[in-house]
């Protein structure tokens, strides 16, 4: 079975640009996660969709944004790029019905300069 | 608010010493308690997922077990290739919330031989 994939793997941006992270879940995932990594704060839960709805949201400001197609597949975006925006972004998928594991992808890492 | 604390922070062992990684919580009804391992760079990799005090689960070398406050990762034998960060998390509470985990800021563990 094919795992979490995530594209791309790595992207610098300049401050003021914004960006898209894609993110394809496990086959007969309907839920897809992501979180930011950061040295600092570790790992911290931005939102999920399921079923092309976003079910929870996390505390990041209105700059990060997601969503969800038909195929569960998933993309964030996150507009006006701040340095404090540099970090491993990752997408994690699961089931989305009970309190089961995720599964995550490799991961994005971007530079915002 | 869901908090999970991990300790130690860093643990270095010689190869063969065993060890226990910590992992305490405070939730407002036990759901489940994930552990995971991250390599630099990359994204986390299910090891476990334990639902109820006195439950147990090994693999390999690892065995995990949970109590009605926390979970203790153990690590017997350990060789250099166990060598990771070692990540537990608990989903957050109600259906809505099951696509959310909150992490530990995850014990680095480094075997020497």
């Known amino acids: 079975k094919a795992g979490v994939t995530q594209t791309p793997r790595y992207l610098i941006k300049t401050r003021g640009q914004q960006v898209t992270l894609s993110c394809s879940p496990i086959s007969g995932h309907r839920s897809v996660s992501w979180y930011q990594q950061t040295p600092g704060q570790g790992l911290q839960f931005l939102f999920e969709?399921?079923?092309?709805?976003?079910?929870n949201k996390g505390n990041f400001p209105g700059r990060f944004s997601g969503r969800q197609f038909s195929n569960s597949r998933s993309e964030m975006n996150v507009s006006t790029l701040e340095l404090g925006d540099s970090a491993l972004y990752l997408c994690?998928?699961?089931?989305?019905?009970?309190?089961?594991?995720?599964?995550f992808g490799p991961g994005t890492r971007l530079t915002v300069t | 608010e869901d908090q999970v604390t991990q300790s130690p922070e860093a643990l270095r062992l010689q190869e063969g010493e065993s060890s226990s990684l910590n992992c305490s919580y405070t939730v407002s009804g036990l759901r489940g308690l994930f552990w995971y391992r991250q390599d630099p760079g990359k994204g986390p990799e299910f090891l476990f997922t334990?639902?109820?005090a006195g439950e147990e689960k090994e693999k390999e070398r690892l065995k995990a077990t949970l109590t009605k406050k926390e979970s203790f990762l153990h690590i017997t034998a350990p060789k250099p290739e166990d060598s990771a960060t070692y990540l537990c998390a608990v989903p957050g509470a109600g259906g809505t919330s099951y696509g959310k985990l909150t992490f530990g800021q995850g014990t680095i563990l480094t075997v020497h031989p």
């Open positions: 994690a998928s699961s089931l989305g019905t009970g309190y089961g594991e995720q599964y």
């Open positions: 334990l639902y109820s």
């Open positions: 969709y399921f079923s092309e709805t976003q079910r």
